[in-house]
Nanobody, 114 residues
C-alpha cells in the first residue's frame, strides 16, 4: 500500500491556480526530503519541486516563481501551490520521497486549457 495519497488536481483555464495535497499515512517527519513529480503525456516523469524536513526548497526552472511547495508536519501533509498555470503544466502529479522510494500512487490529474 502506497503511504502517500495525492489530491487537488482538476481542470483549470490558463492563468488559474490549484493547490495539490499529499497526505501521508505516517509522520512525514520521518522523511528527509519529499517532492512533487509530474508526468505529461508522452514525456518522462520529472521532479518539479522538493522540500527537506528543514524547509529548504528546490524548483525546476519551468515552474519557478509560479509554484510553492510546503509541508505541514502536524497534518502529515505536503502541498504544492500552483499559480499562473499554463497548458504545458498539464500532467499527472505525484508525490514521493526524493529520491523516489515508494511505488507510485495514482497521482492527481492537472489539466490546463488554453
Amino acid at each position: 500500500q502506497v503511504p502517500l495519497v495525492e489530491s487537488g488536481g482538476g481542470l483549470v483555464q490558463a492563468g488559474g491556480s490549484l493547490r495539490l495535497s499529499c497526505v501521508a499515512s505516517r509522520s512525514i517527519l520521518l522523511f528527509e526530503r519529499m517532492g512533487w513529480y509530474r508526468q505529461a503525456p508522452g514525456k518522462q516523469r520529472e521532479l518539479v519541486a522538493s522540500i527537506t524536513s528543514g524547509g529548504s526548497t528546490n524548483y525546476v526552472d519551468s515552474v519557478k516563481d509560479r509554484v510553492t511547495i510546503f509541508r505541514d508536519n502536524a497534518k502529515n501533509t505536503m502541498y504544492l501551490e500552483m499559480h499562473s498555470l499554463q497548458p504545458e503544466d498539464t500532467a499527472v502529479y505525484h508525490c514521493n520521497l526524493v529520491p523516489r522510494y515508494f511505488n507510485w500512487g495514482q497521482g492527481t490529474q492537472v489539466t490546463v486549457s488554453s
